[in-house]
Nanobody, 124 residues
Framework: QVQLVESGGGLVQAGGSLRLSCAAS????????RGWFRQAPGKEREFVAA????????YYADSVKGRFTISRDNAKNTVYLQMNSLKPEDTAVYYC?????????????????WGQGTQVTVSS
């Protein structure tokens, strides 16, 4: 059974940092592009960051560029999202996802596998 499991969410003050992890099991995702999305209450799920299978290409939403960093460790089948300088508007449930194929995509409907999400709350 394929599973993506996020961890690392929590409550943090504005200006603080969190590191999210997404561990994959059930198959090897080393050849899959990976991404992070988020969904705030009452809003649609939106793209945050994505990384190619090799880690050589990364993409970020404008709202997080310069503050968030996506990375991956294929030996551990894990992708990370380092979030710095957090703002209250970053508050959301964060989801990791994987897409068959190694090319990066920002399109939600192109991802094949999803985690259950982890809550990130940034207080002002």
């Amino acid at each position: 059974q394929v599973q993506l499991v996020e961890s690392g969410g929590g409550l943090v003050q504005a200006g603080g940092s969190l590191r999210l992890s997404c561990a994959a099991s059930g198959r090897t995702f080393s050849s899959y592009a990976r991404g992070w999305f988020r969904q705030a209450p009452g809003k649609e799920r939106e793209f945050v960051a994505a990384i190619s299978w090799s880690g050589g290409s990364t993409y970020y939403a404008d709202s997080v560029k310069g503050r968030f960093t996506i990375s991956r460790d294929n030996a551990k089948n894990t992708v990370y999202l380092q979030m710095n300088s957090l703002k209250p508007e970053d508050t959301a449930v964060y989801y990791c996802a994987a897409v068959t194929g190694g090319m990066v995509t920002t399109r939600l409907n192109e991802y094949d596998y999803w985690g259950q999400g982890t809550q990130v709350t940034v207080s002002s």
